[in-house]
């Protein structure tokens, strides 16, 4: 059984809990600005900065940092986009983080979950995300397409990650208009950027906002995706492990009108 495997099982058992009852959150009524925009019209590498206290390949990597106050260093910063861990069993988030990062900032908001139901995304919608992760590794064709389906019909961007070529396919194939290329295997939790070249080269289309994500640390493996092709990175450890998180963020933003071999 893979670290994923074991997570959707995870996610399947709290499904009972959810159904049983109506996602109940303060309310969030802001009208954020989309995802996709900001990394199309952006000549800069956009941050997606993320709240992670834990991860089953690191374990504890930051439990005592506020989400609310590490929000808003992220958006003050200039991150393009929040994204929120809100999967509680392995990564110590929840939807009540969520909720308060929501309430906290104007930007974007991913919720970063392992999605397998629509009611999970009623539960991200009600607590404030703008944006959810849909895992290609974890659902099938049909289920991809439905809960694509479901997320956007509810005004929710989406941010379909993949590891291979194949997913890739897959991802195009419904449609999805912002891929992440997760720099981390999810079966031996090795980290390789050399993954968001691999994946870049085969984009078709210069409509797809294309992310790179995981194992980013420093200016220098922010320049080598974005010479790869990427428009943005996702960032967790990195930033939550910083003393000083909106400098860390700051030098991620690269110029891409200045990228190398362009
Ligand atoms: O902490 P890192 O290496 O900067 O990675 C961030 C993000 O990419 C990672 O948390 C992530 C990418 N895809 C996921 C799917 C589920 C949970 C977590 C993730």
């Not at 104007?106 to 999605?115: A, E, G, M, R």
């Not at 629509?118 to 289920?143: C, F, M, N, P, R």
């Not at 990650?161 to 999805?176: F, K, M, P």
């Not at 960032?235 to 492990?241: A, K």
């Amino acid at each position: 059984m893979t670290i994923l495997d074991k997570i959707i099982e995870q996610k399947k058992s709290e499904l009972p809990g959810l159904l049983a009852q109506a996602p109940s959150f303060p309310a969030v009524t802001k009208v954020r600005p989309s995802l996709y925009e900001t990394l199309m019209t952006s000549n800069t590498l956009q941050v997606i900065s993320e709240m992670k206290r834990a991860s089953p390949s690191k374990g504890d990597i930051a439990t005592h940092i506020d989400p609310v106050e590490q929000a808003t260093n992220y958006e003050t910063a200039g991150a393009a986009c929040i994204s929120v861990l809100t999967e509680q069993a392995f990564f110590k988030g929840s939807f009540n983080d969520l909720n308060a990062v929501a309430q906290a900032v104007t930007i974007p908001v991913l919720c970063k979950d392992f999605f397998i139901h629509e009611v999970q995304i009623d539960y991200a919608k009600a607590a404030g995300a703008s944006v959810i992760l849909l895992i290609v590794a974890a659902l099938t064709d049909e289920q991809l397409q439905a809960l694509y389906t479901y997320a956007v019909n509810l005004d929710l961007e989406v941010l379909v990650e993949v590891h291979d070529i194949e997913e890739l396919q897959r991802a195009v194939n419904i449609g999805a208009k912002i891929i992440g290329v997760n720099n981390r295997n999810l079966k031996t939790f090795d980290v390789s950027l050399t993954k968001t070249r691999e994946i870049a080269q085969h984009l078709s289309s210069s409509k797809i906002a294309f992310i790179s994500e995981s194992g980013i640390w420093n200016r220098d493996d922010a320049e080598y995706v974005a010479n790869a092709g990427a428009k943005g990175v996702l960032v967790g450890e990195s930033l939550m492990r910083s003393g000083d998180v909106q400098a860390a963020l700051q030098a991620l933003q690269i110029e891409l009108s200045t990228k190398v071999g362009e």
